[in-house]
């Protein structure tokens, strides 16, 4: 698995160190960086798509048909002429002009691309030969290979934060995190039509959307298209980029007529099947006069100040949201936290959107969820096609709680939490099979990643003498016999099998270590000569490597149980209940009497602490003790320490 942070992290510092060596300001430098990542990814894209067209490739002559740019086209994709490839700019001879080979590079991709037309940098030229040779080194990572998701958006991120944090900061810009993107997506289901973010940064709700399609076998292009507007040039450029080595096609609009709060710059209200967006939060200083003019405003104008101008412009975008959506439209977007509750004229809009009965799902999402940012938001879902059922009902959820910790600074959603969560929605609508057949890919699931656990416990033994290995092959045996018959139900059980066997794997290795530990040198090269290693510390690390690989996949399975474990506990084979702490259905009349708030923890309660059965005075007094006796060994010591000094005359 790739490690994204340090991944971005080691790019930066290789890709900086070279500015920092060159005499190129940041800002000359940020652009043609940013084409560069483009470059490798579309590449990548490139080869990937390749790879598809040739499986099948027609032979004539004994020679298979030579691909050309028509076989991209009907999969989507850009086609690469040879001097726009990634691998013939990097191996180009040592006399080449750089500067001029990427930007005819970048002049041949826009020729591939009406919609990048204009868009990619061409400015290498500023740039010395040995800074943009080391640069595409530097950017010939193979994990750009391997990334499936926006990481052109990611990485693009990473860098415009270094290379410009007032920029990324202003206005409340920053990259919306891939679980949020992807929650979104999943809850609000985009299958067809018209799609819009009329904040849409570097495009990833978009990317997210055709992958969400695109699974089932549909082509995204063919069913749905994408509309965006985008204030910051920059991230319009990216956004248009980001489309394009995806092979999506997208109508963007960037610039002051891309401004939402005073333009619908693609006409689009009452038009839109889905709308999904992250947008700055808590905006001041926005022009009520230009903004009342640009309409989109269903439910009435947020407050407005003695200067005419709406100080916060949360409730701008949550009207718009909701006025571009056709009579069967969806939207989900990110939201300040604090807009759940906020007073005044937004409380007013707040109770006349409960009152069309769109409202349908509010998510609360902890800290530390945004890359740049450490506030916590909410998700806002609206739909006008609730089942009936529903209507007079909002699903709130609040997942404050919930997430999995990436580092000190970052949270996230793995992929079986994000599922969990959407299988509340699914349960709350009535769409019970979606949450049986999650059940299912639980359980192959853990199949698959039990045969790997067993597979690399296996390896271990048989790198193990044999009087070290038998715990390890019978805990195998009792793993293997458990999950062949796997349920729901002997979850338990697999997993006390899987702790047996993370154990055995543990011990055998330590203990195999400890035993070459007490003989001699000769007897350690014969443990190492017998099974295929020329000194002892190769075996002894091999071993070493083998048993740590094996405790990781007991980990992974461990985790997908646990998760499975976490949404059938609560909901059994597939019946929606409020869960204290995480859940509630609520109807209007609940929501009038909590003043029209939306706020999920004010509706789903505090979940109860379970009990740790330890006597909480009997270990306080327990705790008082061991101050008192470590305050008594102080004293003691610092006595020693002072009669010392005074013996050395100090």
Request: hydrophobic share 40%; proline share 3%.
């Amino acid at each position: 698995m790739i490690n994204i942070r340090k991944l971005e992290t080691e790019l930066w510092e290789a890709a900086d160190l070279l500015r920092a060596d060159s005499k190129v300001t940041s800002q000359e430098y940020c652009m043609p960086v940013l084409g560069l990542i483009f470059l490798r990814y579309a590449y990548s894209r490139f080869k990937f798509v390749e790879a598809e067209i040739l499986k099948n490739r027609p032979v004539r002559n004994g020679r298979v048909l030579p691909v050309e740019a028509d076989d991209f086209k009907t999969k989507s994709a850009i086609f690469l002429p040879k001097e726009a490839r990634y691998d013939y700019l990097l191996n180009l001879p040592d006399n080449t002009d750089m500067g001029q080979a990427i930007n005819h590079a970048m002049e041949l991709i826009e020729e591939q691309s009406a919609q990048l037309k204009g868009i990619l940098p061409k400015n290498y030229t500023i740039l010395q030969n040995d800074l943009l040779r080391e640069l595409l080194r530097i950017f010939n990572n193979s994990a750009f290979n391997e990334m499936k998701d926006d990481i052109i958006g990611r990485i693009y991120e990473y860098f415009l934060n270094k290379f410009a944090p007032a920029v990324a900061s202003d206005d409340g810009v920053f990259f919306t995190p891939k679980s949020l993107v992807r929650m979104i997506v999943n809850i609000i289901e985009p299958t067809h039509g018209t799609v819009l973010d009329p904040a849409c940064g570097s495009g990833g709700m978009f990317v997210s959307s055709a992958d969400f399609i695109e699974q089932y076998g549909a082509n995204a292009n063919t069913a749905m298209t994408f509309f965006g507007q985008e204030k910051v040039d920059y991230n319009a450029k990216l956004c248009i980029m980001n489309m394009a080595v995806h092979g999506l096609n997208a109508k963007i609009v960037s610039g002051d007529e891309a401004n939402s709060f005073y333009h619908d710059a693609h006409n689009l209200e009452g038009s839109c099947d889905y709308v999904m967006a992250n947008p700055p939060f808590n905006v001041d200083k926005v022009k009520s006069e230009t903004a009342q003019n640009a309409g989109r405003l269903p439910f009435g104008l947020p407050s407005v100040n003695k200067n005419k101008e709406i100080g916060n412009a949360n409730y701008l975008w949550i009207s718009y949201f909701h006025a571009y959506l056709n009579e069967t439209g969806r939207a989900g977007f990110v939201m300040a936290s604090s807009a759940t509750d906020s007073q005044g004229k937004d409380k007013d809009i707040r109770e006349k959107l409960v009152g069309t009965g769109d409202v349908d799902v509010m998510l609360s999402v902890g800290n530390n969820f945004f890359y740049t940012k450490s506030l916590p938001c909410t998700l806002w879902f609206f739909d006008k096609a609730k089942r009936e059922e529903n209507k007079d009902k909002v699903l709130f959820v609040d997942a404050r709680n919930y997430y999995t910790v990436v580092d000190r600074t970052l949270n996230e959603w793995c992929e079986w939490q994000m599922k969990n969560l959407n299988a509340i929605v699914w349960l709350y609508r009535g769409e019970v099979e979606k949450y049986q057949k999650l059940l299912t890919e639980y359980l192959v699931a853990i199949c698959e990643k039990v045969q790997i656990a067993i597979d690399q416990a296996e390896d271990l033994a048989k790198m193990l003498p044999e009087r070290f290995s038998s715990d390890i092959e019978i805990a195998c045996r009792t793993v293997r016999s458990v999950a062949k018959n796997i349920t729901i139900g002997n979850l338990d059980e697999l997993k006390g099998a899987l702790d047996a066997l993370r154990y055995a794997t543990d011990h055998s290795e330590g203990d195999t270590i400890k035993y070459a530990d007490s003989v001699s040198n000769d007897d350690k090269k014969q443990i190492a000569d017998d099974f295929g290693f020329k000194t002892y510390r190769e075996y002894e690390k091999s071993i070493e490597i083998k048993a740590g690989l094996s405790a990781q996949y007991v980990e992974d399975v461990n985790h997908v149980i646990k998760e499975t474990k976490w949404l059938t506990e609560k909901f059994g084979e597939g019946e929606y209940r409020d869960v204290l702490g995480l859940c509630k259905l609520a109807d209007r009349t609940e929501i009038a009497e909590k003043g029209y708030s939306l706020t999920p923890g004010a509706y789903v309660g505090v979940a109860p602490v379970e009990d740790d059965g330890v006597d909480f005075a009997a270990r306080m007094a327990e705790i008082h003790n061991e101050l008192l006796t470590l305050q008594a060994e102080s004293n003691e010591l610092m006595d020693t320490i002072s009669k010392n000094m005074k013996e050395m005359g100090l």
